[in-house]
């Protein structure tokens, strides 16, 4: 829970990060013809923008709000869907893998051939794969292990209110 609340600060931060330096890099240029922030304006709403993609999907893991496969699990009954959640999160964390190891790549390919002289390089924005991927991956770990609880004590968790998405 609190590893949640932490990612739900650390996305309203970037958020307001992103929105005050695009306005008032916009509102600079447009009313002075400044520029407050050169290229870093740039680089921090690139960066902030894919940190917040690659948070809000951890957050999305932690609260259960992730794309799931509603029309063939309305169909289910409520044990055979919490399978269907365990296989799908099984999924998930292999993709997350799959994505964090390519991270790992792109970081060490990067690595080799970084000179550029900015705040935010394509290496430090490649840390955020296996950073993001990481939190995905637990959070899918902790609800798989919970699921896969109720499975072994042949319990139905209880349902969530459907909201209709």
């Known amino acids: 829970e609190m590893l949640g609340k932490f990612e739900q600060i650390v996305l309203v931060g970037l958020l307001a990060t992103v929105m005050l330096v695009a306005s008032i890099s916009t509102l600079a240029d447009k009313i002075a013809d400044a520029h407050p922030f050169g290229h870093f304006k ?8 894919f940190a917040m993609a690659l948070i809000g999907a951890a957050f999305a893991m932690h ?3 992730h794309l799931s496969m509603d029309l063939i699990s309305r169909r289910l009954k409520p044990r055979a869907r919490l399978f269907l959640k365990v296989v799908l999160a099984l999924f998930v964390m292999f993709i997350v893998f799959l ?3 390519s991270g790992f790549h792109t970081i060490a390919k990067e690595a080799e051939f970084a000179t550029e002289d900015k705040l935010i390089t394509p290496v430090r924005l490649a840390y955020l794969v296996p950073i ?5 991956i637990c959070h899918a770990a902790l609800h798989t292990i919970i699921d896969l609880s109720y499975i072994v004590r042949r319990k139905t ?3 969530k209110m459907r909201t209709g998405h």
């Open 42 to 49: 740039d680089d921090a709403i690139r960066g902030g923008t």
């Open 63 to 65: 609260q259960g709000r």
């Open 99 to 101: 994505a964090v190891r």
């Open 132 to 136: 993001g991927g990481a939190l995905i």
């Open 157 to 159: 968790p209880p349902e």
